[in-house]
């Protein structure tokens, strides 16, 4: 697993830009019929970014919007592909992958 704050400041770094983390699950995933579809502990990877202001819920100021919460070592991402596709919250020490696309 890579170190949270190497992971905060790389991301920082990224500013706006799309990357693509891969991470641990914590918890199960399950479909709409309640089957198990992926594990907890799987690998998941995904393109995302911070900084998105759209899709925001009506009466949610993007200025307050908290990307990176450092109490609980998380990260609010937009994930950009996929039928999946929204916000996503990513625990910072389940990180095992970042790259950052120039």
Known sequence: MANPTEMLR????NGNRIFKVTFKRRTDKKDHNGKVVARKGDLRTMVCRIKVRAHL???HDP????EINRKNQTLTVYEMA???SGWKTIPLDSITELVVHQ
Not at 63 to 66: D, L, P, T
């Open 63 to 66: 200025s307050k919007r908290e």
């Open 82 to 84: 996929g039928e999946d």
């Open 10 to 13: 790389l991301i920082e770094q």
């Open 57 to 59: 819920r009506p009466g």
